[in-house]
């Protein structure tokens, strides 16, 4: 367990990292045009959210455009003559976004900004999202009964990793990794009692947050069909009954399903 917390921790902080130190590169124009006399750039830059540390990667054909940072009033008046910040001319330029501010962009080709070549983006400060969400309760069968951990709280370094990550990379990899380990099966009686998925009457679920509507008065039995994990309890035996009828709670065993 401790191996295994250690390695989400490392997954986390890893993504978290990496994540912080590229951000998220945007190809202007992208997907439908590029950096050309066809694309509308008040449009595009309203569909994108920009964040310090993000870049711009702008793609043209070199012997037709160029790509030349301006201030505001360059910007405004399609002059880049005494108003220019940088000159881009390869091609294939990218352009990082190191801080929070607004940003102007024209091609210095003659005509072509008053044709609309010319592109301002507004950055953010980086972005933080929400907090993760708390750990889940640990349960598991032990000599026929549900017991439950209760779930240790998020260590400072993984919270502190969790909230520089934009990427979303750890989240999508520490969940791959909880939900590979076990999943859901509804199993009549019979494929209860000796383990056997081949009973299974619901398909499998494995989100790690399932849902299972208990309609009707009757037995429900679920396994894990992860090999071994059922004979090692990781079953469950309940009974429906009805609203208001005061029932013990349900005794699970590896041996008695009545």
Not at 225 to 244: D, I
Request: hydrophobic fraction near 35%.
């Amino acid at each position: 367990m401790a191996a295994t917390r250690a390695l989400l921790l490392a997954v986390v902080s890893m993504a978290a990292l990496l994540g912080t130190a590229l951000g998220a590169s945007y190809t202007v124009g992208a997907p439908s045009g590029s950096w050309d006399l066809k694309t509308n750039y008040t449009r595009w830059a309203s569909g994108v959210k920009l964040y310090a540390g993000d870049q711009l990667r702008f793609q043209y054909i070199v012997a037709e455009h160029n790509v030349v940072e301006v201030t505001k009033s360059g910007y405004d008046a399609c002059n880049g003559s005494n108003n220019t910040v940088a000159t881009y001319q390869t091609g294939n330029d990218t352009i990082p976004l190191t801080a929070a501010g607004s940003r102007y962009f024209i091609c210095g080709v003659p005509g072509h900004c008053a044709a609309g070549m010319k592109l301002q983006v507004n950055v953010s400060s980086q972005q933080t999202p929400p907090p993760p969400p708390p750990p889940q309760q640990q349960c598991r069968m032990r000599k026929g009964k549900l017991r439950c951990n209760r779930p240790a709280s998020p260590s400072s370094s993984a919270s502190a990793a969790a909230a520089v990550d934009r990427s979303a990379v750890a989240w999508q990899r520490l969940a791959a990794v909880v939900v590979a380990a076990h999943d859901v099966v509804e199993v009549t009686k019979d494929g209860y009692l000796p383990c056997t998925e081949s009973k299974n009457i619901s398909g499998t679920l494995r989100t790690g947050q399932d849902t299972v509507g208990l309609y009707g008065l009757r037995m429900c039995y679920f396994m894990c069909s992860v090999q071994g994990h059922c004979a090692a309890s990781v079953k469950l035996l309940l009974r429906v009954v009805p609203p208001g009828c005061d029932s013990p709670s349900p005794v699970v065993t590896n041996r008695t399903a009545r």
